[in-house]
């Protein structure tokens, strides 16, 4: 079946530090990958996706690596920021399927 | 703003009763999926609808029903109201019959009392 399993949190870093968050995914056919964010009250955005193997999504400097050969979509994030603070979700759209599969979700908090 | 607007943003009721969640697509859009976020369960795909069909059903209880109308807006209906029901209902659309970059409301929180 497909599945997305994702980092336990909360993770809580300071300021600057550097951030990594995994997430790994068991899927039939050639899934495409995404991050999702949900702050505080809000609905989910879209952060980033990759559709095929060894593709690197970007934005607002977070990174995440489509990595077939370990089934692993990491987000990794250079110099976290208060503001990023929020939870990730990784999630995967199965060849043929109509919906996302999520993980649990990690929440983020970075302290000044 | 993401363009999905859902109504109202929070609800109260008690057990037993029945509520009915709206939901408009961003423009353009011809697809709507409602998720259901509970503490212990996470996200939880219930149900899809393209262009008035449904397309896709998934952990969605026999108590819940939802359609699409013409103008693309969607309703999901949650009837015989349990404590356990007590979620974050959320909408999201897309242009294509496939999940691929949805779009997401902000969301319903639904407390059933």
């Known amino acids: 079946g497909n599945s997305v399993t994702q980092m336990e949190g909360p993770v809580t870093l300071s300021e600057e530090a550097f951030l990594t968050i995994n997430c790994t995914y068991t899927?039939?056919?050639?899934?495409?990958l995404f991050w999702y964010v949900q702050y505080p009250g809000e609905g989910l955005q879209l952060l980033l996706k990759?559709?095929?193997?060894?593709d690197k999504g970007s934005n607002k400097g977070f990174e995440a690596t489509y990595r077939k050969e370990t089934t692993s979509f990491h987000l990794e994030k250079g110099s976290v920021q208060v503001s990023d603070s929020a939870v990730y979700f990784c999630?995967?759209?199965?060849?043929?399927?109509?919906?996302?599969?999520f993980g649990t979700g990690t929440r983020l908090t970075v302290i000044p | 703003d993401s363009g999905v607007t859902q109504t109202p943003k929070h609800l109260i009721t008690a057990t037993g009763q029945r509520v009915t969640l709206r939901c408009s697509p961003r423009?353009?859009?011809?697809?709507v999926y409602w998720y259901q976020q509970s503490l212990d369960q996470g996200l939880q795909f219930l149900i899809q609808?393209?262009?008035?069909?449904?397309?896709a059903k998934g952990n969605i209880l026999e108590r819940f029903s939802a359609q699409q109308f013409p103008d693309l807006h969607s309703e999901l209906n949650l009837s015989s109201l349990e404590l356990g029901d007590s979620a974050l209902y959320f909408c999201?659309?897309?242009?294509?019959?496939?999940?691929?970059?949805?779009?997401f409301g902000s969301g319903t929180r639904l407390t059933v009392v």
């Open positions: 999201a659309s897309s242009v294509e019959d496939r999940a691929y970059g949805y779009t």
């Open positions: 899927a039939t056919g050639y899934p495409s």
């Open positions: 990759a559709t095929k193997a060894d």
């Open positions: 999630a995967l759209s199965a060849t043929g399927a109509n919906n996302l599969f």
């Open positions: 423009s353009g859009d011809l697809s």
């Open positions: 609808y393209y262009n008035g069909e449904e397309r």
